[in-house]
């Protein structure tokens, strides 16, 4: 069975630091570009960055572009989202998924408030 | 980025209507767009690949068409599961497959 299971979410002030990590599990991660996709409270879906394979191209949204990173360990089976100088408006509960958009996560949520 | 633009933002309609989204990108995509069904607490649901091929287990009253620009979503007859928001999404652009803003569809 195809899983994919956010962590690393939680409360953080302005100006912090967090990282996502997205373990997948029942499909060979290795071949599979994945993303990192976000939706604010009452908000629809955006799209915040992407990976290749074996993580040698990246995207990244302009909204977040200088300020998050995005990586993969295919050995750990795992995708990571760093994130950092987190602003209110990164609140958001954030979704990995396979490029493919046919598995997702359950999400993980950030709240960014002092 | 190809930004894409769905309409309406919201609908009203009863059990049984046939209902259309439409979904328009900002250059040509060919017939790379998906389309997803999202309930409140859930992740997306991918209904709809390459524009027109229906996924394993999504009932066949959901149907998509378009291609180059101009995308449609079709639920020829709305069941009381089908209130959600559909969201489209382009994935023309190697690594940045951006969304259109949704469109709730709901109970009148």
Same mark, same amino acid.
Do not use: C
């Given at each position: 069975e195809v899983q994919l299971v956010e962590s690393g979410g939680g409360l953080v002030q302005p100006g912090g630091s967090l990282r996502l990590s997205c373990e997948a599990s029942g499909f060979t991660f290795s071949n599979y570009a994945m993303?990192?996709?976000? @939706? +604010?409270?009452?908000?629809?879906?955006?799209? $915040?960055? =992407?990976?290749?394979?074996?993580?040698?191209?990246?995207?990244? +949204?302009?909204?977040?572009? =200088?300020?998050?990173?995005i990586s993969r360990d295919n050995s750990k089976n795992t995708l990571y989202l760093q994130m950092g100088s987190?602003?209110?408006?990164?609140? +958001? $509960?954030?979704?990995c998924a396979r490029a493919t958009g046919d598995y997702w996560g359950q999400g993980t949520l950030v709240t960014v408030s002092s | 980025?190809? @930004?894409?633009? @769905?309409?309406?933002?919201?609908?009203?309609?009863s059990v049984g209507d046939r209902v259309t989204i439409t979904c328009r990108a900002s250059q040509s995509i060919a017939n790379y767009l998906n389309w997803y069904q999202q309930k409140p =607490?859930?992740?997306p649901k991918l209904l709809i690949s390459v524009a027109s091929s229906l996924q394993s287990g999504v009932p066949s009253r959901f149907s998509g068409s378009?291609? =180059?620009?101009?995308?449609?979503l079709t639920i020829s007859s709305l069941q009381p599961e089908d209130f959600a928001t559909y969201y489209c999404q382009q994935s023309y652009s190697t690594l940045s497959y951006t969304f259109g803003q949704g469109t709730k569809l709901e109970i009148k």
């Open positions: 993303h990192w996709v976000r @939706q +604010a409270p009452g908000k629809g879906l955006e799209y $915040v960055s =992407g990976i290749s394979t074996n993580g040698g191209s990246t995207y990244y +949204a302009n909204s977040v572009k =200088g300020r998050f990173t987190l602003r209110t408006e990164d609140m +958001a $509960v954030y979704y | 980025d190809i @930004q894409m633009t @769905q309409s309406p933002s919201s609908l009203s309609a =607490g859930k992740a378009g291609s =180059g620009t101009d995308f449609t």
